[in-house]
């Protein structure tokens, strides 16, 4: 990585801050954070939150998805939000951490050094999370990439940046009314439950209809989303915000 002085960090954290005011769209504040944190080495990034809980595993909510899409569709398919040991670390943390600071190994994550490693096959081999505390929400900017910088100039551009992409996603599902939504309210209780983990027998009994009704609306589902299978159908869903987990 090149060696920048802090000077050179503060104009380029202050410079995309003001862009952050110009733009109107997620897609675009995407496109925007996405290029200001590949001047730091970083890939992808994510705007989540969640509310942590005493009964079962907190769901988190993605409200801005910067992640490679395998890896998307790879953490919810093997349900990796119930042992994912940053996701965790991230519930207690209030300041910036990097990834490496968190073991993997603890006891309490038995699939913790294979969330990593999956994560390290999609190019997230290295990250940093900005955690962000309100009231009893959790929610995090966190970042990743093959060879990330994270010199103390850099960490501290990074959070500034990271807390203006957060507030400005919030600002925007703020103003925006209800999304646009191409499936009905049958197909997305059926992606939401696929979401879930659970199987089409399952599914059949917990809405009491047949298997094979749930199968088509699932196939209803892919069609509408474009997706070649179930876990593609989740995160196409979750992206277009048809379902919200």
Known sequence: MIEHDRAHYARMAFDAIDAFETLATQESVIARMSAILSNFGFTS????????????KPVPRFHMNGWPLAWSEEYLRRKYFTEDPIAMHTLQAVDPFEWRDVCY????FPRGREVMNTAGECGLKQGMVIPIVRNDVVAAVTMAGERPE???????????VGLFAHEKAMALESQTGPPRRVLTDRERDVVAWVA???????ISIILGVSEAAVVKRINNAMRKLDASNRAQAVAHAIRAKEIII
């Open 105 to 108: 190994s603890d006891e309490r």
């Open 45 to 56: 990034f994510l705007v989540v939150s969640t509310r942590p809980t005493t009964v079962g």
């Open 196 to 202: 879930a983990g659970k199987t089409a027998w399952d």
């Open 150 to 160: 994270f010199d103390a100039n850099a960490r501290r551009a990074i959070h500034l």
